[in-house]
């Protein structure tokens, strides 16, 4: 069984930067995605960035040029590197990784804050 642990949330004024990393256990071979997603109070879980396999990204457009996605094969890690933050980035961050035979898989998620 696969298992995902979201770590880097926390507090960081406007303009700032966090890096969030999601490690993933269990045989990488089985997932051909994993992504971000958030969530801020009253608001649906909404797409931040998503990697494929070889590499390809998907990023919501409110992000775009502020945020990268990436991976790191050998650890079985994604990233998701946060610079110029926004207050309205301020939300709960959730790791997502899609599986074969398994289906969508979350973690837990880590707060992401932005606030002068």
């Known amino acids: 069984q696969v298992q995902l642990v979201e770590s880097g949330g926390g507090l960081v004024q406007p303009g700032g930067s966090l890096r969030l990393s999601c490690a993933a256990s269990?045989?990488?071979?089985?997932?051909?995605?994993m992504g971000w997603h958030r969530q801020a109070p009253g608001k649906q879980r909404e797409l931040v960035a998503r990697i494929r396999t070889g590499g390809n990204t998907n990023y919501a457009e409110p992000v775009k040029g502020r945020f990268t996605i990436s991976r790191d094969n050998a650890k079985n890690t994604v990233y998701l590197q946060m610079n110029s933050l926004r207050p309205d980035d301020t939300a709960v961050y959730y790791c997502r990784a899609d599986i074969t035979a398994t289906g969508t898989l979350w973690g837990q998620g880590t707060q992401v804050t932005v606030s002068s």
């Open positions: 269990g045989s990488s071979t089985s997932i051909y995605a």
